[in-house]
Structures are given as C-alpha cells and as structure tokens.
C-alpha cells in the first residue's frame, strides 16, 4: 500500500501562488509518471498535471500556464507550483502515481491520502 504526505496548501488571495508538494512511498517512483488531481466540492475528482518518467509534463487546458509540475526523483516527491490562482481552483489536491492505457492517464493505486486543501478567496 502506497502513502503519500502532502504539504503547501492553504488560504491564498485571487492571483496568489502556492507549492504544493507531495511525498510518496514505495521504490518504484523513478519509473512511473506522476499526476495532480484535484477535487472540488460536489464534484468528481480531475487530473490536472502530468509529469512522465522523461518529465514531460501536461496540463488541464485549466491551469496551462499558471500551474507547473515538476519531480525530484531522489525524494521521490512531486510538486505543484500554481500562480495566477482563481477561486475555482478552490479543491483539495492529491497526486498518485500513473498508469496509461486506453489512451489516457489513470491512478495507478486506490490509496489517496488526506491530499491538501487550497483555498482560493478574498
């Protein structure tokens, strides 16, 4: 069973910035792709960052050019630097790591975590 502890969410003002970071268990994180969700209230979970092994990264056409994801294999942690926040980024975030089939990204593992809560609000 995997784990993953997060870190750098948080209340932020409209336009603000936060870094996110997230830690995972297991050997294997050098050769998985790693993903963001996150899930709004009321709503279902979304993927909204992609970084692969090669650190590709894709994003959401939602946050293209406002978040940024990036890894350190030697901690195996992945981040998540947002700019330019707007209130519906408002969720709590997690990140697991990646399967690909079926033409699209898929959680590789069931477990979650308590993922992190951003807040996006004046």
């Known amino acids: 069973q995997v784990q993953f502890v997060y870190s750098g969410g948080g209340l932020v003002q409209p336009g603000g910035s936060l870094r996110l970071s997230c830690a995972a268990s297991g050997s294997a994180f050098s050769i998985y792709a790693m993903g963001w969700y996150r899930q709004a209230p009321g709503q279902q979970r979304e993927l909204v960052a992609v970084?692969?092994?090669?650190?590709?990264?894709i994003y959401a056409d939602s946050v293209k050019g406002r978040f940024f994801i990036s890894r350190d294999n030697a901690k195996n942690t992945v981040y998540l630097q947002m700019n330019s926040l707007k209130p519906e980024d408002t969720a709590v975030y997690y990140c697991?790591?990646?399967?690909?089939?079926?033409?699209?990204?898929?959680?590789?593992?069931?477990?979650w975590g308590q993922g992190t809560q951003v807040t996006v609000s004046s």
């Open positions: 697991n790591y990646l399967d690909y089939y079926t033409n699209t990204y898929h959680p590789a593992f069931g477990s």
């Open positions: 970084i692969t092994t090669g650190r590709d990264t």
